[in-house]
Every structure is written in C-alpha cells, then in structure tokens.
Nanobody
Framework: QVQVVESGGGLVQPGGSLRLSCAASGNILSIIAMGWYRQAPGKRRELVATITKGGSTNYTDSVKGRFTISRDSAKNTVYLQMNILKSEDTAVYYC?????????????????WGQGTQVTVSS
C-alpha cells in the first residue's frame, strides 16, 4: 500500500516562510519524479515545482526565485521551501509522485496524490 503524505502547511504573514514536506512510503522501488501543485479557491490546480530522480527542477514563473524544491532520495521525501510568501500563494498544496513500484517480482508505474495541506498567507 503506497502512501503520499504532506505536512508543514499553516498560516504565515506576507513576506514569511514555510517549508512543506512530502513523504512517499510503501512498496516503492524508485521515484521517477515528485512535485508540488496548488489549488486556490475557485481556480484550477496548477503546477508549482517538480524534481526528477536525476535532480532536474522546474518551477512555475510566479514562484521562481522564492520557492526551492529539493529531495532526500533515501527517505523518498520531497521538500518545498517557500520564502517571501505573498497573499496570492494562498492555496491547498498537493504533492504528486510518479513511482516505480514492485510487487511479486513485477514492476509497474503509478501516479499518486497526497491529501493536500493548506497554506494561508495573511496579515
């Protein structure tokens, strides 16, 4: 059974910082890529940042220079360091994981979403 669990959301003032964590667990052989998405009220879910197994990163333009995605491969965990937060960063942040799984000597890929963590930027 695979689980993808986020943590680290909360309320922060504009200009502040938060660090989100996402841990994947279960019968995971390898991680293809992990990333963060967000969905604000009344808006579509959008990509925030992704990181591949090889360490390549990708960011949406609105967070470049403020957010940093990183990973701990040994722990199957990805982090999102968010600095200089703005009110428009307020959203539910979701972790997404592309995984290679193993079961009874079979290998297969699956995509998982976490349950989401709320980030609110407000004074």
């Amino acid at each position: 059974q695979v689980q993808v669990v986020e943590s680290g959301g909360g309320l922060v003032q504009p200009g502040g910082s938060l660090r989100l964590s996402c841990a994947a667990s279960g019968n995971i052989l390898s991680i293809i890529a992990m990333g963060w998405y967000r969905q604000a009220p009344g808006k579509r879910r959008e990509l925030v940042a992704t990181i591949t197994k090889g360490g390549s990163t990708n960011y949406t333009d609105s967070v470049k220079g403020r957010f940093t995605i990183s990973r701990d491969s040994a722990k199957n965990t990805v982090y999102l360091q968010m600095n200089i937060l703005k009110s428009e960063d307020t959203a539910v942040y979701y972790c997404n994981a592309d995984l290679i799984l193993t079961e009874r000597d079979n290998l297969y890929t699956e995509n998982y979403w976490g349950q989401g963590t709320q980030v609110t930027v407000s004074s």
